[in-house]
C-alpha cells in the first residue's frame, strides 16, 4: 500500500481499518522515492505501530522529536501520535509497518493482562516512541514475513512475536523513561486543532490571523509554535498540503492543470506551477505523465 495514498480524514487520523475484527493487525509495505516525493504525510491512528527499515534510510517525525533510522533499525510509535516519515538523502527507502490494535497483545478491555500490562502504557501522558535495534527490529521483520507468507498458524505466530517485543519494550523500562507532562499533551492537541483548521479551509485565502485566532494565541506565537511541531512554518505547510492534494487530482485525466490550481487554492496557474516544480522537480504535466500514469496502469 503506497504511503502517499493514506486515508487521512481532516483531523489527521488515519481512516484506514488495519487488519480485520478477528485479527486486527495490518502490514504495509512501501517504496518510498525521493524522486516521486512518496512519503507518509502527518498523521495518527489509534493503533500502535511496528516500523522495520528493510532497505535505506528513513526520516521519521513523531511529536516534536526528528530523527533517522538506517537499514535494520526499527520504531515503535505509540496509539494517537502524530508522525510522518520520508526516504532520507538515498534515492529510495523500503519500509515495513505493522499497524496494531492494543486489545491483541492485552485481550478484551477489562482482563488483567490490558488494564495492567497494555492501557497504562497507551495513554496520550505516555512516551510516543522507542527506537527498536537489534533482536527487537529483527522480531518486526519477522513478523512481516509471516504476514506475507501467511503459512499455517501465522496468526498465532504473529501474535507470540508482538507479545516478545511488547514484554521486552516492558522489562527493559522502555515504555516508562518518559511520561509526558500536562503542558505537552496541550501542545500536541493544539497542534492537531491548528491542522485540522489548515485542512478544512486549504481551498480558501487563509492569514496567520485566521490560524492563530482558532487556537487563541497571537500570530507571533502562532509562527513559532507551529514550526516547533510540524518543522516548518504555517504557510510552508499549506502550500505542500495543497500541493500533496493536487498531486492526488492529477491521478486523472480529466480535471487540466488550470482547474486542479483553483480547486486546491492557488491563485493563479503559474503561481501553482512554479510551487509544484520547486516541490517536486517537474511541472505538473510532466509529474503527471512520468509517475501517475505508471501507478495508473
Request: proline share 3%; net charge neutral.
Amino acid at each position: 500500500m503506497p504511503l502517499t495514498h493514506i486515508k487521512i480524514a481532516k483531523d489527521l487520523q488515519e481512516l484506514t481499518l488495519h487488519g480485520t475484527k478477528e485479527f486486527p493487525v495490518a502490514l504495509y509495505e512501501t517504496i518510498m522515492r525521493l524522486e516521486s516525493m512518496d512519503f507518509l504525510p502527518l498523521h495518527w491512528h489509534k493503533e500502535i505501530q511496528f516500523v522495520f527499515i528493510k532497505n535505506g534510510c528513513a526520516q521519521y517525525r513523531v511529536g516534536t522529536e526528528v530523527f533517522v533510522l538506517k537499514q535494520g533499525e526499527g520504531l515503535f510509535i505509540n496509539a494517537s501520535g502524530l508522525h510522518e516519515a520520508k526516504p532520507y538523502q538515498i534515492e529510495q527507502a523500503i519500509v515495513y509497518s505493522v499497524n496494531v490494535d492494543p486489545k491483541l497483545l492485552g485481550g478484551h478491555e477489562g482482563s488483567i493482562f490490558f488494564s495492567k500490562y497494555v492501557e497504562p502504557y497507551i495513554t496520550s501522558n505516555r512516551i510516543p516512541y522507542v527506537k527498536l535495534a537489534g533482536e527487537l527490529a529483527q522480531k518486526i521483520a519477522t513478523i512481516a514475513e509471516l504476514m506475507r507468507e501467511q503459512t499455517a498458524f501465522f496468526e498465532l505466530k504473529v501474535r507470540r512475536e508482538l507479545l516478545f517485543i511488547w514484554e521486552s519494550m516492558l522489562t527493559q523500562s522502555l515504555l516508562t523513561e518518559q511520561i509526558m507532562d500536562s503542558a505537552t499533551i496541550v501542545q500536541h492537541e493544539r497542534a492537531k486543532a491548528m491542522l485540522d483548521f489548515l485542512h478544512a479551509h486549504y481551498q480558501e485565502k487563509i492569514a496567520l490571523e485566521d490560524l492563530a485566532s482558532h487556537v487563541y494565541i497571537s500570530r507571533a506565537e502562532c509562527s513559532r509554535f507551529f514550526k516547533k511541531i510540524v518543522g516548518m512554518t504555517p504557510f510552508t505547510y499549506l502550500c505542500q498540503y495543497r500541493l500533496r492534494k493536487s498531486i492526488e487530482l492529477l491521478k486523472g485525466n480529466e480535471r487540466s492543470i488550470t482547474e486542479i490550481a483553483v480547486d486546491t487554492g492557488f491563485s493563479t496557474v503559474s503561481y501553482y506551477i512554479e510551487k509544484f516544480k520547486e516541490y517536486t522537480g517537474y511541472p505538473p504535466h510532466v509529474y503527471r505523465k512520468k509517475f501517475l500514469s505508471v501507478k495508473n496502469n
